[in-house]
């Protein structure tokens, strides 16, 4: 079963994740089509409002703190230990991925590149996406003074863009981080859809669980995940045709997981299912469809 999604949802995501939200007055610009670059200098030179979009870089480094009382719709949300999803402005919050620990950002979006400015930056960049690709030798290893690891996958959330092709170097990256004890962070622009497809390939693969059990245990710590339909699609047929391969080579290739991600993921999702059985209140009886004694009650003169 696919999980439709409104056609703006995407930018109403973006815009609430950057804390820039407001009634639709103006549209947004589609941001999975706009080159939106970390180095513009904000309110005076940017190639998206050169070309007349509007600048979304700018609120990027005046906005004030999201506030606490909007969970999932910004700031690094925690999905399993030592595993993050975030937006883009996450990506170049220093002070919170410090706080989290986190040594290695996989950066999913169309321009994905690192963001930060630090020493000894270990980057990895897909620029043509390979069927199996094959890491650099060197295991992660960063530390904040040693600088922060990247993988970086240039990809569009678009319905048509091949995700799939980049779940096993994702799921190599995120493992081995997380193996190390450290943190790894995971976005795109909004952290809705992109990210949160290849961190649901990721849960299936170190749990036994399919497609929607993953995408609810993502959801129950970020309420905005929503993968678009194309994305959706692609992980329904790696659930069907390749989860199981992925789960034996992640075995072979690392052996017995000292991370109890199974019995983490199942916990999650049962108290996300008796906070929403706390507040899911029955209808009315007023509401109800009336028995048939009350319909011809009704019905008759």
């Not at 710590?221 to 080579?249: D, I, M, T």
């Amino acid at each position: 079963m696919l999980i439709k999604r409104d056609p703006r949802e995407q930018e109403v995501a973006l815009a609430k994740a950057l804390h820039t939200w407001e009634r639709p007055r103006t549209s947004l610009p589609s941001f999975s089509r706009m080159n939106l670059t970390p180095d513009c200098v904000p309110g005076k030179s940017c190639p998206v409002l050169e070309r007349g979009h509007g600048c979304l870089c700018f609120p990027l480094d005046v906005l004030s703190p999201v506030p606490s009382h909007r969970p999932g719709l910004s700031a690094v949300t925690s999905i399993l230990t030592g595993l993050y999803i975030g937006n883009f402005k996450d990506a170049r919050d220093a002070e919170q991925l410090s706080k989290n620990k986190v040594t290695h950002i996989l950066s999913v979006h169309d321009s994905a590149r690192p963001m930060l400015e630090m020493p000894d930056l270990h980057v990895l960049e897909m620029e043509e996406p390979q069927s199996s690709p094959v890491l650099p030798p060197h295991s992660a290893h960063g530390k904040w003074r040693q600088g922060v690891k990247y993988l970086c996958i240039p990809a569009a959330d678009s319905p048509s863009q091949n995700l799939t092709r980049h779940f096993k170097e994702s799921i190599k990256f995120i493992h081995e981080c997380r193996l190390q004890g450290e943190g790894c962070l995971v976005h795109c622009l909004a952290g809705v859809s992109r990210s949160v497809t290849l961190v649901i390939a990721y849960i299936m693969t170190v749990t036994d669980f399919g497609w929607e059990d993953a995408l609810h245990t993502v959801r129950a710590g970020r309420s905005c995940a929503n993968p678009n339909l194309g994305f959706q699609r692609q992980l329904q047929e790696f659930e069907k045709h390749e989860v199981q391969q992925y789960r034996q080579w992640l075995k072979e290739e690392y052996g017995e997981s000292p991370l109890r991600d199974a019995e983490e993921a199942k916990s999650i999702l049962a108290r996300r299912a008796t906070r929403m059985k706390k507040y899911t209140r029955p209808l009315p009886r007023k509401m109800l469809q009336p028995s048939a004694s009350e319909f011809r009650h009704k019905q008759s003169p």
